[in-house]
């Protein structure tokens, strides 16, 4: 009997749901009317939506995160990136710098990007390393790399540190073992740009702006870049995967624009 194009629509819809598939209109095709949808058409099973990963029950944090990151080879596909991207992107980075903003997932892609190159901004902190209070809290932070014990505040032995240059009651990761930085597995040079076509906004942006500004400004214009608020969408954008040629373009003139504003005022 030839196939009525319901049939085909029902076929397809159960394709993409035992794919994994269950956004809004596979639903919708498998609930259909009255309770009558594809799978009940076709005399079949009703396809079932995966339980909630294990994880999602478990304590989330950057050591979760490392330990994810840690299990990739050198040259992980975008199937292997994907597959870990949700887990990842709920734990925040702790890094050298105290504001950041960036997830484990958008970390993990900059590593990838930087690999082979000297350091490029914040570098994330091996939290392991820091001390615990007596009810096992991490120590507070103070700086880029410095926490302290709040439970034992001292005036006077952080107003002698300041002439002494030594204070107990301060610990630092930097004194630390790989300078209380975190250890990632190294990831093949240029992976990341040349296979997956993930676009190094950062590397692009410096670039941009110190071949266009005189030598003295160069540095200063970069720096500025790299505070504002269209240079962190640039680096998102980067993250998200593949862009196409057209919105680069269009991205750096509004950013150049934006740099010029920022600089007049």
């Excluded at 029950?57 to 199937?79: D, F, R, Y």
């Amino acid at each position: 009997m030839a196939m009525t194009q319901q049939d085909r629509i029902d076929e397809e819809t159960i394709r993409r749901a035992n794919e994994g598939d269950f956004s809004d209109y596979v639903k919708g095709q498998l609930a259909g009317e009255d309770g009558i949808g594809a799978a009940e058409r076709l005399g079949i099973d009703r396809p079932q939506e995966a339980s909630t990963p294990a994880w999602k029950n478990e304590p989330q944090n950057q050591g979760t995160a490392l330990n994810l990151m840690n299990q990739l080879s050198s040259t992980p596909s975008w199937q292997d990136l994907l597959g870990m991207k949700e887990q990842l992107v709920g734990i925040p980075a702790i890094t050298t710098d105290e504001d950041e903003n960036r997830n484990m997932y958008q970390y993990l892609i900059n590593e990838m990007l930087r690999a082979g190159k000297n350091p490029r901004g914040a570098q994330l902190l091996d939290v392991s390393q820091i001390p615990l209070t007596d009810e096992g809290d991490p120590w507070r932070r103070t700086g880029g790399t410095t926490f302290t014990d709040p439970t034992n505040p001292s005036f006077g032995r952080d107003l002698a540190g300041l002439f002494s240059g030594e204070n107990t009651g301060v610990f630092n990761l930097k004194d630390q073992d790989n300078k209380g930085l975190a250890a990632i597995a190294d990831f093949q040079p240029n992976w990341a740009q040349d296979e997956l076509g993930i676009t190094d906004w950062g590397e692009l942006m410096e670039g941009l702006i110190t071949g266009a500004t005189p030598f003295k400004y160069a540095k200063m214009a970069a720096d500025y870049m790299k505070d504002s608020a269209p240079y962190q969408k640039a680096h998102q954008l980067g993250v998200l995967g593949l862009e196409t040629a057209v919105k680069p373009v269009n991205f750096l003139t509004e950013q150049i624009e934006a740099l010029r504003k920022k600089l007049t005022e």
